[in-house]
């Protein structure tokens, strides 16, 4: 009877161990994947995506500094910084691997603010710096949400972004 409880209790914690060492990896794995995505938002563009980025970077063409989503043939760009009335949002959106700009887009900006509050923004072209920009007019300090929401032609284009003020 003594070795079928000893034999309970080795098993038992073998199996704690097992467990423990599995949720260990798998968390090690998901900070991982989180730090490689953060990366690629923060250089613009995949390490994977076959494309040489090493001349864009140098003349600064594609990436501007924000989170960079590619969605499909669009190639996604949130800019958002923070300025005396609110929060200042640039917004590219480039189409096919020569990333030309995309004029004609109706963009709207979906916001879900710190507190939970949703307010949905429209961006305007700016011809001269060939980008969508709007102000949103908040200035509480937390993490804002954003869904860019575009049309272009017909075609949904759409990306998910945030930031913290």
Do not use: W
Request: with cysteine; glycine share 10%; charged share 30%.
């Amino acid at each position: 009877m003594k070795s079928l409880k000893l034999g309970a209790i080795v098993l038992g914690s073998i199996g704690l161990i097992f467990v423990g060492a599995c949720s260990n990896q798998t968390a090690n794995s998901e900070d991982s994947a989180a730090s490689k995505t953060e990366t690629v938002a923060q250089k613009g563009h995949s390490e994977n995506d076959g494309h040489d980025h090493s001349e864009d970077e140098k003349e600064g063409e594609h990436s501007h500094g924000g989170q960079v989503i590619e969605s499909g043939q669009y190639h996604l760009e949130l800019v958002a910084e923070p300025s005396d009335d609110g929060t200042h949002m640039d917004f590219y959106l480039e189409k096919g691997e020569k990333h030309e700009k995309v004029s004609n887009a109706q963009v709207t900006a979906q916001v879900q603010l710190p507190n939970g509050e949703q307010k949905s923004i429209p961006l305007e072209y700016e011809a001269d710096e060939k980008h969508y920009h709007a102000i949103l007019p908040e200035k509480t300090a937390g993490e804002y949400k954003v869904a860019i929401l575009s049309e272009v032609d017909g075609e949904k284009v759409n990306g998910r972004f945030s930031f913290k003020r």
